[in-house]
């Protein structure tokens, strides 16, 4: 405000509140529900891997590097055309192919059924989604809608007691963007149960956006594991003989 020809600077309590607030917001972000983060390798146990989105396929790459004999049990997918593959992705997915790995490009992973048909998996992975807009879907974000199709599909694909994990940045607008609790529903899978992620983990993982060879993410960005059970494998822990 002007008075007697200068700026007041000033500020009201009740403005003064609302900073705060502004900022305390801005500060949230997912809490997580475990120290430890998700196991990616020990909860695939004995059964299938899909990744799906994998960009450059160098998550894959670490895992297999982790686990050379999880090999002939992992499908890792690019929503990419092969074709498209620079020479960095051509070279993982030789490696991941040597090692017994199936591996396939022009994979949409909202409609899982048009590529891996009846098979089901014990363990399906998405790392950090993006559609690369905010033009609102149906009055939503974008990134919401793309989640929320992906476990609809997803969900049909996972043995009875599979899973589902989502990595993303842990930040309040990319928790209100994806809105992981409310993707979850009608899906057939339960809230989700949020682990650390740490890209020190995976030496050889970096992140690639779909559009881009670039990242928007820091390795030292704080990170979070979603990971989203069948309500189907609740109800058979929950009627296992004690």
Request: hydrophobic letters at 40%; glycine letters at 6%.
């Amino acid at each position: 405000m002007l008075q007697n020809g200068c700026f007041d600077y000033r500020v009201s309590a009740r403005d003064l509140a609302w900073l705060k607030l502004k900022h305390a917001i801005l500060r949230l972000k997912r809490a997580l529900d475990r120290d430890e983060p998700f196991d990616f390798l020990g909860r695939t146990g004995n059964g299938e891997l899909l990744l799906v989105g994998e960009g450059n396929l160098s998550f894959s790459a670490a895992l297999l590097h982790r686990k050379p004999q999880l090999g002939k049990r992992i499908t890792a997918t690019t929503f990419e055309t092969e074709t498209s593959w620079n020479r960095r992705t051509s070279g993982n997915a030789s490696f991941l192919r040597q090692m017994g790995a199936r591996v396939h490009g022009s994979v949409d992973a909202t409609k899982l059924e048009d590529h891996v048909r009846n098979k089901l998996f014990e363990l399906i992975v998405f790392q950090f989604p993006n559609v690369a807009s905010r033009v609102p879907r149906y009055g939503r974000n974008p990134n919401h809608i793309l989640i929320k199709k992906f476990l609809r599909s997803a969900s049909r694909h996972l043995t009875s007691s599979g899973c589902v994990a989502v990595t993303v940045v842990n930040s309040s607008f990319y928790d209100g963007a994806f809105d992981m609790d409310g993707a979850a529903k009608d899906s057939g899978l339960e809230n989700p149960v949020a682990h650390p992620f740490f890209f020190a983990d995976y030496p050889n993982y970096s992140h690639v956006n779909t559009l881009t060879d670039d990242s928007a993410i820091e390795k030292s960005a704080d990170c979070v594991t979603f990971v989203f059970n069948s309500k189907t494998r609740r109800g058979v822990l929950e009627t296992a003989p004690q």
